[in-house]
């Protein structure tokens, strides 16, 4: 049963709405328990008991969760039950009330939705009796520091506030009016614009989201990437106010960002790290106290609580989380112990890190993963080898069916330059290791050789690792071959390669098919098994410098097996409204600024069933290319451009386009040789380098749209200029 189904806790939250609180209690408390961050049920559980009139379970509700939930809603509640307890009280009361907005203004005066708290709470101190002058006097004073306060915070009603303090402060006095209003006008201005900037990140928040743990969704994700733009956005102090007060904003923040994300351990880690970096560690170590207590079962937290302890001198209580680590995890996981070793060495010397590890290793919980760790740290902290050695060889009686720990020994003997041993340790455990378990010994016996050996030996164990890895095969005499793929994994050096990238494809593709020839499968399974053949170079590369080569060069292959078709019908679309004429309005809108040709050709075009293209992108390509402005091979040289479009070139007879022969001894060589270089610089024009900006394309293709039919009419009009011309000088003669 997943208990952070939020749909069934809506279904819960709704039924415990229509129950007596006697029975709706325990349905609260359950869903609490599970969303202890969840402010819409506390509001309802606790609005349930004031609505019986039980006050003092009330204050208990409210003490539960009023500091762990900093929103404006829960708050708004408790300061208006504060207001119904006390209203009978006199001033008792009112003072009481006043206390109660002080506090609450404290812990969430800086919310962007606090502005209407801000204004009721300087209406309830307007409203206050007053007997003397100097009470009159206290009032006023206690009103301005108010209002200068809130006009400091970037809020919705920050505009409405500062009218408001303009008049508080002109019937107050109008001289002193004017020197305040002057001091704080600047500071009025940036939290103004500050809330402008602050509310695009605020609107990305879904404030009705419950905290639950990290699931990889979409939204989820949207919503961790929002909180931490307007994490990182307060953090750069964009109303420049002071330190203290900019860092109790961004604790604010943090705080409710902790309300949706309670259960990602990166967010209260930051949260702490960030009280650290501002000499603020007892902060940071109750951000991890309530980080683990949040969520206990995250080892990296508790390792990071450790690491700040033990940073700030703590030896004690880190030694303390270490040790509760070490409880927890006995049974599990060996890497609680090594790290214990780890610190013990650091904080309190070689034998508290010795004596331990002599407790640890008789626990039956733990690997050879111990072992190696202690060895390691004893030859290279404590610069003694021998220790590491016989650590090693103390743990080979008991791992040596283990080959991680094999190549673990094998590779510290090889930092002693002890060939001798390392032959022998091989030769040790591939003695007992069965051939399936054996084979990155074998590999790494074989590198061993091509480093310390001569070529009969290398070439000895590279037969001896085929025949026993042979047996694994069931092709027996094909595995014993040969090849020049052996050759390849023999001469390479760490990133350096006796063969090009196609031939080294090529030739693990043919390793791959020979051991596989006598397989019965079927051929798709041929085909998309293949790319498990491929050499990783990784793979192959001499000893630890294997580890040393480049990204690039690994080879990864998509797993086709798990590919799907494409089908279109399977991706619903948008829903767009659609007008009349079968296109969106806005498609329409687009048509009418067309020309009719290009309209024509557009309302043609087959329909396609598939991803859409991105307009912007195919515009600004369109708009970008070159196109072709000589005459088609289709038309004769001679003939007039135009003169075949009906809209362009004028009037149209039934039997074709009117046609003007130009007047013997006409110059016409000389106008169509001008009227040539005016087409061509209209195409220099069009072919110059467009702007990559959208918006500028968009602009270009309306202007373009708007004038084409003016430009295609005075294109029109020259061309037939030239017979008018004709005609003038005709009758001119």
């Not at 039924?15 to 029975?23: C, F, Q, V």
């Not at 005066?109 to 209407?116: F, I, K, Q, Y």
């Not at 979409?218 to 420049?240: D, H, I, S, V």
């Not at 020049?484 to 090009?500: A, F, H, Q």
């Amino acid at each position: 049963m997943d208990i952070y189904n939020v749909e069934a806790a809506e279904i819960l939250a709704n039924e415990a709405l229509l129950l007596p609180i006697g029975e709706s209690a325990p349905i609260y408390e359950k869903l609490l328990a599970t969303f202890p961050t969840a402010v819409k049920y506390w509001k309802q559980y606790v609005e349930a008991y004031i609505a019986t009139n039980d006050e003092e379970i009330a204050k208990q509700i409210f003490s539960r969760c009023l500091l762990t939930c900093p929103h404006i809603n829960l708050w708004r509640c408790y300061i208006n039950f504060i207001k119904r307890v006390n209203n009978k009280r006199g001033s008792e009361g009112l003072e009481e009330t006043k206390k109660a907005f002080d506090f609450m203004l404290n812990y969430v005066g800086n919310d962007v939705a606090s502005g209407p708290v801000w204004m009721e709470y300087i209406a309830f101190l307007k409203s206050m009796p007053v007997v003397t002058p100097q009470e009159e006097s206290h009032r006023m004073t206690t009103i301005r520091k108010v209002y200068q306060k809130a006009i400091l915070v970037p809020t919705s009603h920050v505009e409405q506030l500062w009218k408001d303090y303009d008049n508080f402060e002109n019937s107050v006095s109008r001289t002193l009016a004017k020197g305040l209003l002057s001091e704080y006008q600047p500071k009025f201005n940036s939290a103004r614009a500050v809330y402008r900037e602050r509310k695009k990140y605020i609107d990305d928040i879904d404030w009705s989201m419950l905290a639950i743990p990290p699931t990889g969704s979409y939204k989820e994700e949207q919503q961790c990437m929002a909180w931490k733009r307007l994490l990182t956005f307060e953090k750069g102090n964009p109303q420049r106010i002071d330190a203290t007060a900019a860092n109790r904003r961004i604790t604010f923040t943090y705080e409710q960002c902790l309300m949706y994300l309670y259960h990602h351990p990166d967010v209260w880690y930051d949260y702490a790290t960030w009280h650290a970096k501002n000499s603020s560690t007892d902060s940071a170590i109750k951000i991890f106290q309530r980080a683990i207590k949040a969520l206990p079962g995250s080892e990296v937290l508790k390792y990071a609580f450790a690491e700040l302890e033990e940073s700030i001198g703590a030896i004690q209580p880190a030694k303390t989380i270490y040790e509760s680590l070490v409880a927890e995890n006995a049974s599990m996981t060996s890497l609680a112990h090594i790290q214990f070793i780890r610190f013990l060495r650091r904080a309190e010397g070689i034998e508290a890190a010795r004596k331990y590890f002599l407790e640890a290793r008789k626990l039956p919980s733990c690997t050879y993963h111990v072992y190696v760790a202690y060895a390691t740290m004893s030859f290279c902290l404590d610069k003694d080898s021998k220790i590491a050695q016989n650590v090693f060889e103390a743990g080979l009686k008991r791992f040596m069916q283990e080959p991680g720990y094999v190549l673990e020994y094998a590779d510290f003997l090889c930092r002693l330059n002890d060939d001798r041993n390392v032959r022998a340790l091989f030769e040790r455990a591939l003695s007992l290791l069965p051939p399936e378990e054996s084979i990155e010994v074998w590999k790494r016996f074989a590198q061993f050789e091509q480093i310390y050996g001569d070529l009969s030996s290398m070439l000895k164990v590279e037969q001896r690792r085929k025949e026993a890895l042979s047996k694994t095969s069931e092709d027996v005499l094909s595995s014993l071959d040969n090849t020049l793929y052996d050759v390849v994994s023999r001469y390479n050096y760490m990133d350096l390669w006796p063969c090009s990238s196609k031939e080294l494809d090529y030739l693990s593709r043919q390793e791959w098919l020979a051991k596989n020839m006598f397989k019965k499968s079927d051929k798709s399974v041929m085909l998309t098994s293949g790319g498990g053949a491929t050499l990783d170079r990784g793979n192959v590369g001499v000893g630890a410098n294997a580890k040393l080569l480049t990204q690039s060069a690994r080879v990864v292959r998509p797993e086709t097996s798990r590919m799907i078709i494409y089908d279109p019908r399977q991706i619903k679309g948008p829903v767009i409204a659609a007008t009349s004429s079968g296109y969106t309005k806005e498609v329409d809108e687009i048509f009418k600024m067309l020309s009719p040709p290009i309209m024509s050709f557009i309302t043609n075009l087959p329909a396609i069933e598939g991803p859409s293209p991105d307009i912007d992108i195919v515009l600004s390509v369109l708009l970008q290319s070159t196109l072709p402005t000589g005459h088609d091979g289709g038309k004769p040289p001679d003939s007039v451009p135009g003169a075949a479009n009906s809209e362009l070139s004028g009037p149209r007879n039934q039997n074709g386009p009117v046609h003007r022969p130009p007047r013997d001894g006409q110059p016409t060589k000389r106008k169509a040789i001008e009227r040539q270089e005016e087409e061509d610089a209209a195409a220099a024009a069009q072919t110059r380098a467009m702007p990559r900006d959208i918006f500028r394309l968009r602009q270009i293709q309306r202007s373009r749209g708007g004038v084409a039919p003016a430009q295609s009419g005075s294109a029109a009009m020259s061309s037939g200029s030239m017979f008018s011309g004709e005609q003038s000088a005709n009758s001119s003669s």
